[in-house]
């Protein structure tokens, strides 16, 4: 779950980012107007477009979003949206978390060495379930159960699993086609605060996955982790926001 809120979201045995290495992720600061706040993670899919997940939207009221740094409290700048430009999916279960997946429409961004948007997978591949392909999870989420949201970006290379490897931990009520799984080897994964975060394909670097949800047992327990699929919202977010590949 997004740090701040009371399935949970989370990056534990990474390495620290370099500086450009991933310059489509943004950090976000939800607001839900009455003195809360949480922390997510998002990405650039356009000029004006940040991606992430409806469970870090949900209950919000604006939107702080920090580019272009690996340091979370040093980006390059902000940009604060209200709710009227939060477009949260229309089917979006709180209780199964299934179409965990958001749009943010932002002022415009121009893209350079530090900022710059991530491609979506091509409409030709929505079919294709990336297993056993490798993909590269970011974000400045907590880095071990006992540990706060960190200040410095950090990665994690880590292999798609078979959705069956979700499906017998969660179940087929959680674990839907619209879901990619990762395992967690060596307890290599996400944790609190890296929710909405993405997963892009080493080969193309095009996102395919959404951070959504991990393992209440905590991120060093070697539970799988599953990401919003976004093959699976393809058409939604065309229809949003006129981006395709």
């Given amino acids: 779950m997004p740090v701040g809120k009371s399935v949970n979201g989370r ?75 939060i477009l949260q999916h229309e089917a979006y279960s709180t209780k199964t978390l299934n179409n965990d997946i958001s749009l943010i429409r932002t002022p415009h961004v121009d893209f350079w060495s530090l900022v710059d948007k991530v491609e979506l997978p091509r409409y030709e591949d929505r079919y294709n379930n990336y297993y056993g392909w490798w993909a590269l999870l970011s974000g400045w989420g907590k880095t071990s159960d006992d540990s706060g949201v960190s200040d410095y970006l950090n990665c994690v290379d880590i292999q798609i699993a078979d959705n069956s490897v979700c499906e017998s931990y969660y179940g087929s009520t959680t674990i839907t ?69």
């Avoid at 940040?50 to 920090?66: E, F």
């Avoid at 290599?188 to 209440?216: A, E, N, T, Y």
């Avoid at 991120?219 to 919202?233: E, H, I, Q």
């Fill in 177 to 245: 086609p619209n879901h990619v799984c990762i395992a967690t080897p060596e307890n290599k994964g996400s944790c609190s605060g890296d929710s909405g975060g993405p997963l892009v394909l080493h080969d193309g670097i095009r996102q395919v996955g959404i951070v959504s949800f991990g393992s209440s047992a905590g991120c060093l327990s070697n539970s799988p982790k599953g990401m919003t699929r976004v093959t699976g919202y393809l058409d939604w977010i065309r229809d949003h926001t006129g981006i395709y590949y």
């Fill in 11 to 85: 990056i534990t045995m990474g390495y620290p980012a370099t500086e450009g290495k991933v310059p489509y992720i943004v950090s976000l600061v939800f607001s839900n107007g009455n003195g809360g706040s949480w922390f997510c993670g998002g990405s650039i899919i356009g000029h004006t477009w940040v991606l992430t997940a409806a469970h870090c939207t949900n209950g919000a009221s604006s939107v702080t979003i920090a580019y272009g740094s690996v340091r979370r409290q040093q980006p390059q700048f902000t940009h604060v949206v209200q709710q009227g430009d």
